[in-house]
């Protein structure tokens, strides 16, 4: 069974950084994309940046230029860089994996990032 474990969050100023960390254990097998969706109260989840497992990369239009994803060296784990941040990117970050081979997604527990104005 392949479990996601996020870590993280928390709570910034407005212009400040966090960086969110996933790596997802049970598999033997490398994800063939690893990415984060978002989720704010009252919202429906959206994609933020999803990373393919030979490293194409693609962004929400809301981050580009701010957020940068990246791929372990390991082969299930990934990273979402978050730079000046704003009030609007609050929201409850999920980490998710793609596995070809077994034909569905894997998620996290959500991790909480607060940006305060």
């Known amino acids: 069974q392949v479990q996601l474990v996020e870590s993280g969050g928390g709570l910034v100023q407005a212009g400040g950084s966090l960086r969110l960390s996933c790596a997802a254990s049970?598999?033997?097998?490398?994800?063939?994309?690893m990415g984060w969706y978002r989720q704010a109260p009252g919202k429906q989840r959206d994609l933020v940046a999803r990373?393919?497992?030979?490293?194409?990369?693609n962004y929400a239009d809301s981050v580009k230029g701010r957020f940068a994803i990246s791929r372990g060296n390991g082969k299930n784990t990934v990273y979402l860089q978050m730079n000046n941040l704003k009030a609007d990117d609050t929201a409850v970050y999920y980490c998710?994996?793609?596995?070809?081979?077994?034909?569905?997604?894997?998620w996290g527990q959500g991790t909480q990032v607060t940006v305060s104005s």
């Open positions: 049970g598999s033997i097998f490398g994800a063939d994309a």
């Open positions: 998710y994996a793609n596995f070809l081979l077994y034909r569905r997604d894997y």
């Open positions: 990373i393919t497992s030979g490293g194409s990369a």
